[in-house]
């Protein structure tokens, strides 16, 4: 049956916000509850598809409801950069969807509804967030984001779910309150308008220390590209059950700060001015530190969970830098890097909570001999940490390679070198834990009772693991997205 | 018969009043009291259609021309609010008969019908009203029964509370005939739009200047603008539920019109701002009183006094949108008048169900609630969101409007002000939502319900407002806008 592509729009929002009802509906029957989520994603899948099959023959998408205040409205239109990220999560959220049925039920889960719904409307508000025209949407989106996922984070119920809530609320809700919304207001009212351009929304008249104290607002005002100091809420939501970590935490939350981050910086302040923008230079630094330091704290961790958390802190900061460079090619990177490092991580995020599910292990110096007992498992993990580090034959590959090409344009070698020490950083903290798992041998006096993770959990890290193998060959699809959104 | 809508807006409250302690049957009080201000609301309604459509409503009370006679003047400002009071009151009166069943004894509660209804008679009338010496007869007369329905409340602090209330009040009160009466004495009259022509003639002289002092703190202290504002915390936590929801939700909104139309309509704000530091004044004390507020809040360990002192905080809110001076300023005000009485009534009638549940407003004894009475918390929830300014809610609305006019002013330090402020309402909110949600009961709940259906039905009611008008602003955004032009346009 044919679609407007205007309604398929509204679908791939809506679809899952209707869901959040029928999961509800559901609650008392597990099957039939999971049934609906795992409907209602594949038809978000079907519906994503075909706006990619239309966005990429040249037809454009958009949607606008009359103004909520005058002069804004809620307004959506699919560009390059939001379909890229609407993919990567319509298509994780079927995986994840498999992956927790797994999971929640081996570990015994209690408040499985409440899970999957909350679930669903942050779904839902991702797709909104990926397409959203303006800034006024987006925000809004955002913070649906930030409220859905908070019974998300707090799953377990106990006094450190409550802290980690705590830290995770507060850091999100401070920086978007404080400093995103009063960039946004401010660029409402210096610019009047808070739709994203080509080129940016500033004119040339517009004073540089306006544009510049925006920028500032701006980065540390998108908290969830947990650029330091702000990134303390993602170890907290480590906190939260580990398909939450995968999808939303190295997937959509995190993803959603820095795909804003990207679009602040290309439609709302655009190339050429932010080249020119003294404050630039400082946030650079800022995310390259942030690059450096996560990537320190994370080979200090011993819990598996945090060691992945200060890792995507470490890999949000490759895509602050690939905006903040101003260049083509640092743009290129940035995109392509949203999506290699989400199969990257999410695939990692999947070993991690299978290996706490079948061995309960969390601390990796207990991972000795793993690999024995938990082989795809582990597998799949080296695959996801080669695409994190950046070595063919996985995806995260093209990812640095762009970003390096960036820094280059921009004569910025410090940021290049910075990527190189990174990488071999990131080799240190992540490959001693398969070679550990299959190169050590296990201690005598523990028992011989693991065994291979459950099977909806195993067939969803193996996908993902063989999509971080199947970007590095068929990466043209993501590249063509990503040139064009200059 | 629209014709006599200004007068019959007050005069049926008024008359319904006294009639109610000729019903004896309180069911049937109820029922009628609901009528007598959904009447009221129906009469707002249409008095909006005819200010919108044919513009300023001029109606002389017997026929007696003005200035001698009392008019009642409706124009776009108070029809919007006589909107509001009429609507949420009777929102309010619908949960009213059920939510005072636990907290009144059964002889009380004629009476406290008739002194809602009374109560509402002055709000509305000081709405509707362009008489100067009549706000102050109405003013009296919503204090009056407010105090009788604070007194009411079942803890014995109730009557100290209404008492300390008493007290204030008056002073406000005299102070504003001191006021009222000084402008007599230089002008010769009363009628407001007469005083605007007349005044400035005499802006020099002393009595004028005592006048607007006067008139302001006597205002000022009847809207609870910080450090004026010590009688509110114990009133609101004292009286009974839905005797704090309607106040809470109308009786400041009301005082702050009062002080609109002084400074606007009578004086003028070029007087305002050039004789008197006014605007100074206001942002000091708008920004103090929201952060003493605030910071108040979150230490309470009694709910409804948490949500009175945020009351307290966001009129500091509508007080700085005065003290910005502007249009938008004043726009942001306005916009905040009617989206606080939608938030608070929304909370306060959810505590409201709270405590006719398990009959405390503890803190300590929401523990475990969110699984006994989850709609009701899950309002209470909704509420807080739109306290704390969460988009497509009302609160969001007010907030943007309010840091867009400060920034058009050029004052972005108090912009991050007001934004680390809702970060405040966010902790004391959320502290409630912990409490709801993550502590475990002390005491065992098994016979908790959750609130019967027709407390509910009220409550989702305004929440459903709340997100309305967070989405749908043409209402409240168009008329506020309408109204802030109309106030700084020339005088009428």
Known sequence: ?486 | MTAHFPILQVIIPLLAAPLCLFLRIPRLVGIFAILVSAAAFLISCGLLHQVITQGVISYEIGGWPAPWGIEYRIDTLNSYLLLLVSGVSTIILIAAQSSITKELPENRHTFFYTAYLLCLTGLLGILATADAFNVFVFLEISALSSYTLIALGTDRRALTASYQYLVMGTIGATFIIIGVGFMYMTTGTLNMYDLAERLPSVYGSKTVLSAFGFLIVGVCLKLALFPLHLWLPNAYAFAPSIATAFLAATSTKVAVYVLIRYIFSIFSIDFVTKSLPLGDIFLTLGLAGIFAASITAIYQINVKRLFAYSSVAQIGYMILGLAIGTQLGLTATLLHLFNHALMKAALFLAIGAVVYRIGSSQLHHFAGLGKRMPWTMAAIVAGGLSLIGVPLTVGFVSKWYLVVALLERGWWPVAILVLISSLLAVIYVWRLVEWIYFVKPRVVLDDVKEAPLIQLIPIWMLIFANFYFGVDTRLTVGVSKLAAQNLFGVNM
């Open chain 1, 1 to 486: 049956m044919e679609w407007a592509p205007e309604t398929m729009l509204f679908m791939t929002m809506l679809v899952p916000a209707l869901a959040v009802i029928g999961i509800i509906a559901t609650g008392d029957k597990p099957n039939l509850r999971e049934g609906v989520t795992l409907t209602a994603s594949c038809i978000v899948i079907y519906f994503v598809s075909n706006l990619y099959v239309v966005v990429k023959g040249g037809g454009s998408v958009a949607w606008s409801s009359p103004d909520l205040f005058p002069g804004l409205a809620l307004s959506f239109f699919i560009e390059p950069l939001g379909m890229l990220f609407s993919l990567v999560a319509g298509y994780l959220w079927l995986v994840t969807t498999v992956y927790s049925i797994g999971y929640m039920r081996g570990h015994n889960e209690k408040n499985q509804t409440r899970f999957y719904a909350c679930f669903a409307i942050a779904i839902s508000s991702v797709m909104g967030l990926a397409y959203a025209d303006n800034l006024f949407t987006l925000f809004i989106f955002y913070e649906i984001l930030t409220l859905s996922t908070y019974p998300l984070v707090t799953h377990a119920g106990t006094a450190s779910a409550k802290q980690g809530g705590r830290v995770y609320l507060g850091v999100l809700l401070t920086t978007s309150v404080l400093f995103l919304l009063l960039a946004i207001i401010g660029t409402w009212y210096v610019a009047e308008t808070v739709t994203f351009t080509k080129g940016g929304v500033f004119n040339s008249q517009t004073p540089v220390i306006i544009t510049a104290s925006l920028l500032v607002l701006y980065i540390f005002g998108i908290g969830k590209a947990a650029i330091m100091p702000f990134h303390r809420w993602l170890p907290a939501a480590m906190v939260a059950p580990t398909p939450v970590s995968a999808l939303l935490h190295a997937v959509a939350v995190v993803k959603a700060g820095v795909f804003t981050v990207l679009k602040v910086c290309v439609y709302i302040f655009g190339l050429e001015l932010l080249s020119k923008l003294p404050t630039a230079d400082f946030l650079l630094y800022l995310a390259s530190a942030t690059v450096l330091l996560a990537s320190i704290v994370a080979m200090r961790q011993d819990n598996l969970k945090a060691r992945l958390a200060y890792s995507t802190v470490s890999q949000l900061g490759y895509i602050t830098i690939g905006a903040l460079l101003a260049t083509s090619a640092g743009v290129v990177g940035g995109a392509m890097h949203i999506a290699m490092h989400a199969f990257g991580k999410i695939t990692l995020f999947f070993c991690a909570g299978a290996i706490m599910v079948a061995s309960h292990k969390t601390e990796i110096s207990d991972m000795h001999g793993l690999g024995r007992k938990m082989p795809i498992t582990m597998i799949a993990f080296f695959i996801g940490s080669l695409s994190i580090i950046g070595l063919p034959p996985t995806g995260g590959t093209w990812g640095k390679w762009f970003l390096m090409t960036g820094a280059l344009d921009a004569d910025k070698y410090l940021i290049m070198i910075v990527l190189m020490v990174s990488s071999l950083l990131n080799i240190a903290y992540l490959l001693p834990i398969p070679l550990r798992a299959f190169f050590t041998v296990k201690k005598p006096e523990e028992e011989v009772t693991i065994e291979e993770a459950p099977l909806p959990s195993l067939l969803a890290l193996s996908f993902t693991a063989l999509g971080c193998i199947a970007l590095f060959f068929f990466t043209q699809p993501l590249y063509e997205l990503a040139l064009a959104i200059l």
